[in-house]
C-alpha cells in the first residue's frame, strides 16, 4: 500500500523532510546578474582552474559539494545517498566529481529538471526512512553544451531570439529528516509530455506543456490552488517559454494568479545582459534554488512556493533526425521554517 502517495502522481511524506543547507557556484556570466550576491562562490575563470571545459563542470560540482558540506560540518563519509546528473552525455560531470569520492551515487538525466528531480527523490528517500543524509546536486556549463548540442563556439553561429543561454553554474542541497530549515512537505512526478516542437532553439516552448501538466497534476491531487503559494516558479522556460505556459494555462481555464515567475527570467539581466529568451540549463534552477529561492523561505519572506523544474528530453542524435523534443516537470513544495 502506497501509504504517502496521494492521487495520479504526487506524494506527500508523513513527516515534512528539511532542506538544512544548501550551496551554489557561479560563473562569470551569471555573476553579473541580479542573483549575484546569493551566490557562495563565483569564478571568472570559464575553466574553473582545469584545461577543458567539461573538467571545467566537473569541478564547479566538486566546489558547490565541498561548500555544502564545509556549512553542514560534513565529510563524504557522512553522506548515505548522492543524486545528480548534468546535461553531459553519459552524465560525466557528476560521475567525474564523484570519483574515488567514496558516496554512494545515483545519477540522474532530468535534462533542466535534474535539480527538481534530486530533491524530489532526496526527500522520497529521507521521508521515506530509507537515508538520514541526502544530496541533491546538479550543474551545467555554456561552453560545454554548446559543444555537445550546437556549435563550435569558434564557429559563431547565429542565435535565434527564442534562443536561451545556458547558465554556468551548480547547486547542492542537503535534505534530512529533522533539523532548522525550509521543509518539503510534498512533490509531483511528472509526466513526459510531447506536442511536436522541433526547434531545438527554442526550448521553452517545448518544454511549457510538461510545466502546465505538472502543475494541473500537483493542484489536482493535493486539491490546492494557486493562492496555495506565495511564487510558482518554473524550472528554465524563458521568456517565451514562460508566456506560452500563461497562454496554455489560461486555454485549459487554469489561474496561476499572477504567481508564475521563471528561473530562466531571473538569473540574468535581459536588458543589460545578451542572453535572448534568458537563462536555461540544470544550473539555472539550481543556482536560484540553493540562493535566492532557499533564502527568501529562510528569512520568512515567503511562507511556501511550487517549484517547477523542466527540462527537455532531446540529444544531439534525436535533433539531428528531426524528432521532437519531449519535455518533463517535476514539482516540489517547499515551504519556510516553522
Known amino acids: 500500500m502506497a501509504l504517502y502517495k496521494r492521487g495520479r502522481q504526487s506524494f506527500v511524506p508523513e513527516h515534512p523532510v528539511v532542506v538544512t543547507k544548501w550551496a551554489s ?48 560540518g560534513l565529510s563524504n563519509g557522512d553522506i548515505d545517498m548522492l543524486f545528480s546528473g548534468d546535461l553531459l552525455n553519459q552524465c560525466i560531470g557528476s560521475s567525474f566529481t564523484l570519483r574515488n569520492a567514496n558516496i554512494p551515487h545515483l545519477g540522474l538525466y532530468g535534462a533542466c529538471s535534474t535539480m527538481a528531480e534530486s530533491l524530489l527523490l532526496a526527500s522520497m528517500a529521507v521521508g521515506g526512512g530509507f537515508a538520514d543524509t541526502v544530496v541533491a546536486m546538479t550543474s551545467s556549463h555554456f561552453a560545454s553544451s554548446e559543444r555537445q548540442y550546437r556549435f563550435p563556439l569558434g564557429y559563431g553561429g547565429q542565435r535565434t531570439p ?27 512526478v511528472g509526466t513526459v509530455t510531447d506536442l511536436g516542437i522541433k526547434d531545438a532553439s527554442n526550448m521553452g516552448a517545448a518544454m511549457a506543456p510538461a510545466a502546465l501538466a505538472t502543475i494541473q497534476a500537483h493542484f489536482r491531487d493535493l ?15 524563458g521568456a517565451v517559454g514562460k508566456e506560452a505556459l500563461l497562454s496554455l494555462a489560461r486555454r485549459e481555464g487554469l489561474s496561476l494568479g499572477g504567481k508564475l515567475e521563471d528561473c530562466g527570467c531571473l538569473v540574468f539581466d535581459a536588458k543589460k545582459q545578451d542572453v535572448h529568451a534568458g537563462g536555461s540549463g540544470c544550473g539555472c534552477s539550481a543556482i536560484v534554488l540553493c540562493s535566492h529561492l532557499l533564502n527568501q523561505l529562510h528569512s520568512g519572506k515567503w511562507k511556501r512556493i511550487l517549484f517547477c523544474g523542466t527540462g527537455a528530453l532531446l540529444s544531439p542524435t534525436s535533433t539531428q533526425q528531426g524528432l521532437p523534443i519531449p519535455g518533463v516537470c517535476h514539482a516540489v513544495c517547499i515551504e519556510g521554517e516553522t
Open 25 to 72: 557556484i557561479a560563473g562569470k556570466k551569471e555573476s553579473e546578474g541580479p542573483l549575484a550576491s546569493g551566490f557562495d562562490q563565483c569564478c571568472q575563470d570559464t575553466y574553473f582552474g582545469e584545461k577543458t571545459w567539461e573538467q571545467g563542470e566537473k569541478r564547479m560540482q566538486q566546489m558547490a559539494l565541498t561548500t555544502l558540506m564545509e556549512k553542514a
Open 162 to 188: 527564442t534562443a536561451q543561454w545556458t547558465v554556468t553554474g551548480s547547486g547542492a542541497a542537503l535534505v534530512r529528516p529533522h533539523g532548522k530549515g525550509p521543509r518539503i512537505t510534498a512533490a509531483t
Open 223 to 237: 486539491n490546492v490552488h494557486a493562492d496555495h503559494f506565495d511564487r510558482i516558479f518554473t524550472g528554465d522556460l
